[in-house]
C-alpha cells in the first residue's frame, strides 16, 4: 500500500519561496503520477502541479512561472519550489499519488501561509 508523507510547509512573506516535499512508501511501483493539490478556505481543491512517471509536467495557470515541480527517484521523494509567493496561495497543499490498483492516494496535508 502507498503512503504519502507531506513537509515543508509553513509562514512565508509575501515574495517569498518554499520548498514542500512528499516522500512516498509502499508499492511504488504501482504509481503512475503523483501531485500537488491546494485547498482554501472556502474554495474546491485545485491541481496546482502534477508529474508523471516519464517526466511530464502540468501546472494550473495561477502558478505557472513560479512554482516547479521535480522528483528524486532515488529518495522516492517529489518536491514542489513555489517562488513569488502570493497571499492568495494560502491553502492547505496536499500530495497525491495515482495508484494502479486503487487510485489516488492522499497525504495529509501541509499548510502553508503567505502573510506578512
Known amino acids: 500500500q502507498v503512503q504519502l508523507v507531506e513537509s515543508g510547509g509553513g509562514l512565508v512573506q509575501p515574495g517569498g519561496s518554499l520548498r514542500l516535499s512528499c516522500a512516498a512508501s509502499g508499492s511504488i511501483f504501482s504509481i503512475y503520477a503523483m501531485g500537488w493539490y491546494r485547498q482554501a478556505p472556502g474554495k474546491q481543491r485545485e491541481l496546482v502541479a502534477a508529474?508523471?512517471?516519464?517526466?511530464?509536467?502540468n501546472y494550473a495557470d495561477s502558478v505557472k512561472g513560479r512554482f516547479t515541480i521535480s522528483r528524486d527517484n532515488a529518495k522516492n521523494t517529489v518536491y514542489l519550489q513555489m517562488n513569488s509567493l502570493k497571499p492568495e496561495d494560502t491553502a492547505v497543499y496536499y500530495c497525491?499519488?495515482?495508484?494502479?490498483?486503487?487510485?489516488?492516494?492522499w497525504g495529509k496535508g501541509t499548510l502553508v501561509t503567505v502573510s506578512s
Open positions: 497525491n499519488a495515482n495508484v494502479a490498483t486503487s487510485g489516488d492516494v
Open positions: 508529474i508523471t512517471s516519464g517526466g511530464s509536467t
